[in-house]
């Protein structure tokens, strides 16, 4: 069955750049069923959706975050990634990637493990 | 931006007692409204999409309903292992809020 990996660094100095990668595997990125998104939680918060990404390249992404952020497929199609720039201590979460479901109820209904990171000097 | 809030924020329940946890939206979804299990350390959980259809392989002693603003959770016979916080998010218009949750103990 489709599973989905995080991976990047686990901690980012205060004004650089976040980079993490969603592995899929056992499945196709390339679904028109599907977009693929990330989402995080900052410890003891609740969940907050950052941006999502389709196939095809379109992105839509969180308003509150939208100036420093970046979804993108990459070029291997079985990954997609997230940017996030000039960081600091409030960027500290569990970073989720998550599929979400194209159409009638636009649910997020796989979800990797999540990856912790930290943003410290 | 919709905004979610959920009630109540935690809660304590014996084994076998039906539980029931509520959200509502600072307007109108339609029935545009997930719920997620999430338990530490794991990747959260579909259990309810669309306000009230089940998500494949979910136990039927989780249910949900409403529409419009309020919507609820129910765990019929609640479980150890339904031990978890427990969001419910909106899908009807970007940004997908969540609601910030709600934590589910066993006594």
């Known amino acids: 069955q489709v599973q989905l990996q995080e991976s990047g660094p686990g901690l980012v100095k205060p004004s650089e750049t976040l980079s993490l990668t969603c592995s899929v595997s056992g499945g196709s990125i390339s679904s028109s069923s599907y977009y693929w998104g990330w989402i995080r939680q900052p410890p003891g918060k609740g969940l907050e959706w950052i941006g999502s990404?389709?196939?095809?390249?379109?992105?839509y992404y969180n308003p509150s975050l939208k100036s420093r952020v970046t979804v993108s497929i990459g070029t291997s199609k079985k990954q997609f990634s997230l940017r996030l720039t000039s960081v600091t201590a409030t960027d500290t979460a569990v970073y989720y990637c998550a599929r979400e479901r194209v159409g009638a109820d636009d649910s997020f209904d796989l979800w990797g493990q999540g990856t912790m990171v930290t943003v410290s000097s | 931006d919709i905004q979610m809030t959920q009630s109540p924020s935690s809660l304590s329940a014996s084994v076998g007692d039906r539980v029931t946890i509520t959200c509502r939206a600072s307007?109108?979804?339609?029935?545009?409204l997930n719920w997620y299990q999430h338990k530490p350390g794991k990747a959260p959980k579909l259990l309810i999409y669309a306000a009230s259809s089940l998500q494949s392989g979910v136990p039927s002693k989780f249910s949900g309903s409403g529409s419009g603003t309020d919507f609820t959770l129910t765990i019929s016979s609640l479980q150890p292992e339904d031990s978890a916080a427990y969001y419910c998010q909106q899908s009807y218009s970007t940004p997908y809020n969540f609601g910030q949750g709600t934590k589910v103990e066993i006594k």
């Open positions: 307007q109108s979804i339609s029935r545009y």
């Open positions: 990404v389709y196939f095809s390249g379109t992105t």
